[in-house]
């Protein structure tokens, strides 16, 4: 029987595994014995964890096996609170395969929304922006995906059925729990899904490098910014995004090592931050009040489309 229990890829995944059972039941106990500040800080944090497990599912399927994979996807989408479909035609059909440059449509300058920005408004408004310009391109993924595979296309409209079924449910059961423990901390989860987007690119050269750029070592990677620090151990090296960017079908924890040893040296001082949390609070909050605290973009004026 062991033979038939799913297996993952990769021993580091048992921390993924773990945020994706700790969530829930952080949200079934608050939900059956009240609300607790501290648990409910807790799942606040873990909302992100998901987002960026999320993310590396997409990357990498997480298990041996298509049946644990696919109802692995299902469980995120529960979690989440949105499908995670999206990730493949808004993440790596878009985003991974234009790195920020003028074709990527959820890049953090374009004129219509302000241009090259990296400050607080910038920060909380880009999740909205990032909806107004994905969101169209999901529908148009949707459309071709009934036409050309109608099975994919079920699959799809099955974790719509599931988010929404969900909340209806949970609505219908106590509206004021669904919203405070299950909405709210879906909601926060989703925005640093989009905002995290904006942390890692605002203000980064986005002018479009060739493969074979890329791969000479001596050509500066500067579309992305990186962060070290706690925020890597804990959400599973999510700041490492060149190595990520460059290497998008390794192993989460493969970032540190490439990190270190190939990419950190090629991106810009300005662009290696030592901890997500300091560089929030110098550049969005700081910044307001002193110009010094401000980033400058790596990306001249006349380059931006």
Same mark, same amino acid.
């Given at each position: ?5 799913? /297996? ?13 059972? =700790? ?19 807790? @799942? ?31 469980? &995120? ?30 890049? @953090?300058?374009?004129? $219509? ?10 920060? !909380?408004?880009?999740?909205?922006? +990032? ?8 529908? /148009? ?37 669904? &919203? ?14 989009? +905002? ?13 490098? @060739?493969? +074979? ?14 962060? $070290? ?16 960017? $460059? ?8 970032? @540190? ?13 300005? !662009?290696?931050?030592?901890? !997500? ?14 110009? =010094? =605290?401000?980033? /400058?973009?790596?990306?001249? +004026?006349?380059?931006?489309?």
């Amino acid at each position: 029987m062991a033979r038939h229990l799913p /297996r993952l890829r990769h021993g580091r995944d048992w921390q993924s595994v773990a945020y994706m059972l =700790a969530l829930p039941l952080l949200v079934w106990w608050q939900w059956t014995h009240g609300f607790h500040w501290l648990l409910y800080g807790l @799942t606040l944090f873990l909302t992100l964890g998901t987002g960026v497990i999320h993310h590396n599912h997409t990357h990498l399927r997480m298990w041996h096996g298509r049946r644990a994979n696919r109802l692995t996807d299902y469980w &995120l989408t529960l979690l989440q609170g949105h499908p995670t479909f999206v990730f493949w035609p808004a993440h790596v059909g878009n985003h991974h395969r234009f790195r920020h440059g003028p074709r990527d449509i959820a890049r @953090t300058y374009r004129p $219509e929304f302000g241009g090259d920005t990296n400050h607080l408004w910038g920060y !909380l408004i880009h999740p909205l922006q +990032a909806g107004l310009v994905l969101y169209p391109l999901f529908l /148009r993924w949707l459309a071709r995906l009934r036409r050309h595979s109608p099975g994919a296309f079920r699959y799809c409209m099955g974790q719509y059925a599931l988010w929404l079924g969900s909340w209806a449910i949970l609505l219908a059961l106590d509206w004021q729990k669904a &919203l405070l423990l299950v909405i709210v901390p879906q909601l926060h989860g989703l925005h640093w899904l989009l +905002a995290t987007n904006y942390l890692q690119h605002a203000h980064a050269d986005g002018r479009p490098l @060739t493969r +074979a750029q890329r791969k000479m070592p001596g050509t500066p990677l500067n579309y992305a910014r990186n962060f $070290e620090g706690w925020v890597n151990p804990l959400l599973f090296n999510i700041g490492l995004h060149t190595a990520h960017h $460059e290497h998008p079908q390794a192993h989460w924890s493969q970032l @540190t090592r490439l990190h270190a040893e190939h990419y950190r040296q090629r991106v810009h001082p300005d !662009l290696n931050e030592r901890g !997500l949390l300091p560089y929030m609070g110098r550049v969005f909050v700081l910044g307001l009040v002193w110009p =010094a =605290a401000r980033t /400058r973009a790596q990306m001249p +004026a006349n380059a931006i489309q």
